[in-house]
């Protein structure tokens, strides 16, 4: 009996031993990829900072980062890459990062490859709902409208009028840009419960803020310093009616001093 018993024990140790590097590189894999969506905000923003993506992540109800994106094909392309999704609370704090893929596939005779840092703003209740789903598929609803910036103060302002979402894209290769039309996006469940040690859904992350990674601090961190909103002007308070004037400011200048007559 006793011999039986340490038998399972010493089984039950040796299965602990085999799971925990897995879990731990499952983790460190998850923490790569929120250290490049920090260096991706960093990337995209700009520096000096871009005002117009400054202003979009000033109105951002949550931002979808995609540090590196590939699209490579010849003959038959696709592109696809890793995301995380932050969602913003009514007091202006950014959430823990859930973990979402980018996908899908592309025709045509092409040859070159392409990495592409994405930063999506999305800016209405509406466009963060529709990205809680299991799986989105952008392009596909004629509710949810995507714009992606092109470049200038004009462009931007052009792209945003009636979008859920706006995409800001930093590109290398040899490819002119990323189309999103038809890009499916997915949560992945895997990568959420490796990073968090449990089992976790988006919204739980994101909306109701269950949870803390200190790994993502900086992250958050760098979308405070970005996407905090502006600070409103100072209210101008007006006297009473019927209050004094107020008083002139004193004089400013050297004092001289002037002898007095000596009294009589």
């Given amino acids: 009996m006793r011999y039986a018993t340490a038998i399972r024990a010493t089984l039950c140790l040796l299965t602990a031993a085999c799971l ?3 879990t731990a590189r499952a983790q460190s894999d998850q923490q790569a990829l929120v250290d490049r969506a920090t260096l991706s905000v960093q990337e995209i923003v700009g520096n000096p900072p871009d005002p117009n993506v400054v202003d979009f992540l000033r109105k951002a109800r949550g931002v979808m980062v995609c540090p590196r ?3 490579a094909s010849f003959l038959l392309g696709g592109q696809g890459g890793s995301c995380v999704l932050l969602a913003r609370d009514g007091a202006g704090s950014w959430s823990d ?3 979402y893929s980018l996908g899908s596939g592309s025709f045509g005779f092409q040859v070159g490859i392409q990495d592409s840092a994405l930063l999506m703003a999305i800016l209405t209740d509406k466009g963060l709902a529709s ?3 299991d799986q989105l598929k952008l392009g596909a609803s004629a509710d949810l ?3 992606s910036y092109g470049g200038g103060a004009e462009a931007a302002t052009t792209a945003a009028i009636g979008a ?3 995409a800001f894209q930093k590109s290398r290769g040899l490819f002119a840009g990323i189309s999103l039309s038809g890009s499916i996006v997915a949560t992945d469940t895997k990568a959420n419960n490796a990073y968090y040690g449990k089992p976790l859904a988006a919204r739980q992350i994101t909306m109701q803020m269950e949870v803390n990674n200190p790994g993502a601090d900086p992250l958050r961190a760098i979308l405070m310093r970005y996407g905090a909103p502006a600070a409103a002007p100072a ?5 009473p009616p019927g209050a004094p004037p107020p008083a002139s400011p004193a004089p ?3 004092v001289r001093s002037q002898p007095l007559a000596a009294p009589r």
């Fill in 145 to 147: 409208a995507i714009a």
């Fill in 164 to 166: 859920d979402i706006i």
């Fill in 131 to 133: 990205v809680m789903d």
């Fill in 69 to 71: 994106l590939f699209k």
């Fill in 235 to 239: 209210p101008r308070l007006d006297p």
């Fill in 20 to 22: 925990l590097p897995a």
């Fill in 97 to 99: 990062p859930a973990f």
């Fill in 252 to 254: 400013t200048g050297a």
